[in-house]
């Protein structure tokens, strides 16, 4: 096979310094290139966000170009207005079309300028951003989870059909499908059509995500990891813990990641003051703030309606913590109960919960399997071997 010196990453989420809120997408490619230039890969990463910046980190090349649309205020008006007229929906695509047309000028122009090449690119399906890379370059889309899926399967609103339409064609156009679950794989072809894609599970650094020797862990502290929103299961936590406060007293609910409205609707929805006291927000915090934070916890828990992996997921069982996490296919893929995890459904979060409270036996032995199993089938070295072999298979 031949050997991989050169890959193009183009994204509209990666985690640096200049972009440090991103979600799972964004720390996905922060870790995959970080890890390809340990390898000896040159990697450059092509973003398209809210800044123009030109940054050298941690041995990769970023080179960040502010979106299309909010650069070109005529072009952002005429999305906006056709994307409400129904009549008017083919100039609405072409709009879209027009910005990844604009996108790839931009991608080819820089290539030039520089004197770059590259062996092999690789995006996201969301937004149908391979639209946007040159001819001539192999590449890849990976899916993370294009909004049509989170549309058609997880219940999201108001997603531009502009955007459903990129990724359509996109997927047409495009032979190299990396899937990253059974689950995402299964409804990528349902949704799509695609063929002959190839799995390869998402993977975590398990030395860095790692359990500490004499963790401080606050008794009965149940802790959240992730953006704090309705579509991750907040308000089922929420209600879950004022059911749980009555069993338990004593127990404490901490979320980690952007708090967006839910320090109000605790306010609102939470009459008792101890229970509301009990609530904790810490906001998004850096990748050792977040171990320093999830040893502190007793149970993590992930209720969210819909995910096609958990990066999340996988760093706080390679922390060795007990989860209880909602009775969806992505999960289930990962948790076996009752040997690496606990499966909730919507209403019984609370006695999962205060079943890991009351049985130590219990709690201990999710850990210690949670922790195996990440060592054994999720680490970051076989993410990347395997995506390194794939680069190489389609050159």
């Not at 990463?45 to 909010?70: A, M, P, Q, R």
């Not at 083919?90 to 004197?115: G, V």
């Not at 059974?182 to 995500?209: A, V």
């Not at 828990?301 to 009775?327: D, H, R, T, W, Y």
């Amino acid at each position: 096979m031949k050997e991989i010196k050169n890959v193009l990453i183009v994204t509209r989420e990666y985690k640096s310094s200049r972009t440090p809120k991103v979600g799972g997408t964004g720390v996905f490619y922060k870790n995959l290139c970080t890890e390809l230039v340990k390898r000896g890969i040159s990697v450059h990463v092509f973003l398209i966000s809210k800044y123009t910046f030109d940054l050298e980190e941690d041995g990769v090349n970023i080179h960040s170009i502010k979106d299309i649309f909010k650069a070109n205020p005529l072009l952002e008006l005429v999305r906006s207005f056709t994307g409400k007229v129904k009549t008017l929906e083919k100039i609405h695509f072409k709009t879209y079309l027009s910005e990844k047309r604009i996108i790839s000028d931009t991608i080819h122009t820089w290539i030039k300028k520089n004197n770059l090449h590259f062996d092999v690119a690789e995006t996201h399906d969301f937004d149908g951003l391979a639209l946007s890379i040159p001819k001539g370059i192999p590449y890849v889309i990976r899916c993370h989870g294009s909004w049509s899926v989170l549309e058609k399967y997880f219940g999201y609103k108001k997603v531009h059909q502009g955007r459903i339409f990129c990724e359509q064609e996109a997927f047409k156009n495009s032979g190299n499908i990396i899937t990253i679950s059974r689950y995402n794989e299964t409804i990528n072809k349902n949704l799509f059509g695609i063929k002959n894609s190839k799995l390869i599970y998402n993977g975590i650094d398990e030395k860095f995500y790692k359990p500490e020797d004499k963790p401080e862990m606050i008794p009965h502290s149940v802790f959240y990891l992730g953006n704090v929103s309705y579509e991750k299961g907040a308000e089922t936590l929420i209600s879950s813990f004022i059911k749980l406060k009555k069993d338990h007293p004593e127990a404490s609910l901490h979320f980690i990641g952007n708090a967006n409205h839910y320090p109000e609707y605790i306010t609102e929805h939470i009459e008792d003051t101890k229970t509301r006291n009990s609530v904790h927000f810490y906001g998004n915090k850096s990748a050792a703030e977040i171990v320093q934070l999830i040893s502190k916890a007793e149970v993590v828990c992930f209720p969210s309606k819909g995910e096609n992996f958990s990066l999340s997921l996988l760093e706080v069982m390679a922390m060795q913590k007990p989860v209880i996490c909602s009775s969806i296919d992505s999960f289930k893929e990962i948790i076996e109960e009752p040997v690496n995890g606990l499966i909730a459904e919507e209403e019984n979060f609370h006695e999962k919960i205060s079943l890991i409270f009351k049985d130590k036996d219990l709690r201990n032995r999710l850990s210690l399997n949670a922790r195996k199993l990440v060592e054994l089938q999720f680490g970051i070295d076989k993410m990347v071997d395997e995506t390194i072999r794939y680069y190489q298979e389609i050159m």
